[in-house]
C-alpha cells in the first residue's frame, strides 16, 4: 500500500500499528495526499488499535469541499485540536438552525484552535481552508449505530451541489 507503514481499512481510514504511535509531517503529507484523491475529501488516521478501544484519537484531514453530515454522538464526547489550517464547527437544534458557530484555526491567531463538546447535539465541521489537519479525541467504542445523523440534512451520499448549497445556507444563517 505506497509503502506506509499504515494499515488500511478503506480509501478513507488507516490504522497506525503497533504499541507506540508516532506521527510526523511526511505521515501528515502522506495523509493529505489520501484525502486529495479521495472523492470525499478526507482522510483519517487513527492511533487507537481498533474500533473497540475505550479511547479514540484520529488524526484527520479534509479537504474544503469536504462534506460532514450534522450528527450528534449518544453518551461521548468529542474534542477537536487544530494542527493546520482552518474550519467551523456548528452546533444545530433539533431544527437544524445553527444555534453557536465556532470559526477554528491552526495556533498562532486569535481563533481557537481546540473544542471540546460534551452533550449530545447535532453538529458538523466545515472546513475553511485546503486543506484542514485536526486531531480528533473522544470515548469508545465505535458503534455507528450510537450515531444519529440530522434527518432535516442532505445525505453523505446525496448530490455535491445539494450538499454545497446546504452548508452554504447553514453558514449564511438562512
Not at 442532505?154 to 453558514?171: F, K, T
Request: some cysteine.
Amino acid at each position: 500500500m505506497d509503502g506506509s507503514p499504515f494499515r488500511r481499512v478503506n480509501d478513507e481510514v488507516f490504522y497506525t500499528t503497533g504499541d507506540i504511535a508516532s506521527v510526523d509531517g511526511a505521515a501528515i503529507g502522506w495523509l493529505k495526499e489520501r484525502a486529495a484523491a479521495n472523492p470525499r475529501r478526507r482522510a483519517r488516521l487513527c492511533a487507537h488499535p481498533g474500533t473497540d478501544d475505550t479511547l479514540h484519537e484520529m488524526l484527520i484531514v479534509h479537504g474544503m469541499d469536504a462534506y460532514v453530515r450534522p450528527h450528534r454522538h449518544l453518551g461521548k464526547s468529542e474534542s477537536f485540536h487544530l494542527i493546520e489550517g482552518e474550519l467551523s464547527v456548528l452546533i444545530l437544534d433539533d431544527a437544524g438552525t445553527v444555534v453557536r458557530r465556532i470559526d477554528m484555526a491552526a495556533p498562532g491567531g486569535d481563533k481557537p484552535f481546540f473544542y471540546r463538546l460534551s452533550a449530545p447535539l447535532f453538529h458538523t465541521v466545515v472546513p475553511r481552508s485546503e486543506p484542514v489537519v485536526f486531531h480528533e479525541v473522544t470515548n469508545g467504542p465505535f458503534r455507528r449505530e450510537e450515531t444519529e445523523f440530522a434527518a432535516f440534512a442532505p445525505e453523505e451520499s446525496a448530490d455535491p451541489e445539494e450538499q454545497r448549497a446546504y452548508v452554504r445556507r447553514l453558514l449564511s444563517g438562512t
